[in-house]
């Protein structure tokens, strides 16, 4: 996609105009009709080239990263609707949760040669909203579409919060220093429980690891177990709306095109409410208004 192209399409899909973003997708397909990609990096190799998908075999490729396939897999449900089977080629670590997924015929390993299935049509992830002509208000919405046995966690509070602070490789000017958050290690009727990755409980700065987080099937256990999760923009947060668990998600002021412009209500997760920096990199202020909404959920459940 050019950069004029990429800046309309990204300008669109901000003010919830994906009608306008499908039409740029549309003409992007036309434009690059017949052309090779294989040369791009692999999460900017478009693969779905505008043929129908009804009555085929489908083969859906993650190419992106960990937290775009949990959000994108909800697309599973319709696109099983129209197509003969659905095969999903995703992360390794991720294929129990996908499992679950309601359209899943079965899934394959992603790795760097070609898939291990035979199929009749295929299509990146991400394009799905695309495929189905996506709109707000025909978004694919219903929770939980990935399920998970739930961890069995010692309550110790009337406010049980998983924490994330680091953002994965593909953002980490998304992630939120550790020592921002430690003033909710502080908040009365709070436990706070960290989910960094690790397989046993570890002291970071304030907070205790939960432990039992070094798988994502761990941590979508945990997630369930707790009350409440706070994540920046990450794995963990799209996890936490795909399981339907209530999740705060911590956002830059120049945030990603998926969470639209200026709301607090999340498109895509209903069990999500968004805060937003109002300057570049104040997170003070989020955490505040954080700490501020803690205290009035810890009085609602007293």
């Known amino acids: 996609m050019s950069e004029d192209l990429g800046a309309r399409w990204f300008s669109c899909m901000l003010r919830g105009n994906l009608e306008g973003a499908w039409a740029v997708s549309d003409e992007v397909l036309r434009r690059d009709a017949g052309r090779e990609h294989w040369h791009l990096p692999r999460h900017q190799q478009p693969v779905w080239d505008g043929t129908p998908l009804e009555g085929r075999r489908v083969l859906v490729r993650c190419y992106h990263g960990l937290g775009d396939t949990i959000q994108f897999i909800r697309y599973a449900r319709p696109l099983r609707t129209i197509a003969s089977e659905v095969i999903v080629w995703a992360q390794p670590e991720l294929l129990p949760l996908l499992e679950t997924a309601s359209g899943v015929d079965r899934t394959e390993p992603l790795h760097d040669g070609a898939p291990d299935a035979e199929y009749d049509a295929d299509v990146e992830i991400m394009e799905l909203p695309h495929v189905f002509r996506s709109t707000l208000g025909t978004l694919p919405c219903e ?54 990755p690790c397989a046993a409980p570890r002291r970071e700065g304030p907070f205790i690891t939960a432990g039992g987080t070094d798988t994502i099937l761990g941590t979508a256990s945990l997630i369930r177990a707790l009350d409440l999760i706070i994540a920046p923009d990450t794995m963990p947060a799209h996890l936490a709306g795909a399981l339907g668990a209530p999740v705060w998600t911590l956002l830059r002021r120049e945030a990603d095109w998926r969470w639209l412009h200026e709301r607090d209500v999340c498109a895509w997760y209903p069990s999500m409410r968004l805060f937003r920096q109002e300057t570049d990199g104040d997170w003070g202020s989020v955490v505040q208004r954080v700490l501020a909404a803690l205290r009035v959920e810890v009085a609602r459940r007293r």
């Not at 049980?160 to 939120?176: C, I, K, N, P, Y």
Request: glycine content about 10%; hydrophobic content about 45%; overall charge neutral.
């Open 143 to 196: 929770v939980p579409y990935l399920h998970a046995p739930r961890a069995s966690v010692g309550r110790d509070a009337p406010l049980m919060v998983g924490l994330v602070a680091r953002a994965g490789d593909w953002g980490t000017r998304r992630s939120v220093p550790l020592e921002e958050l430690a003033p909710l290690a502080e908040v009365e009727g709070v436990s706070v429980r960290l989910l960094h």
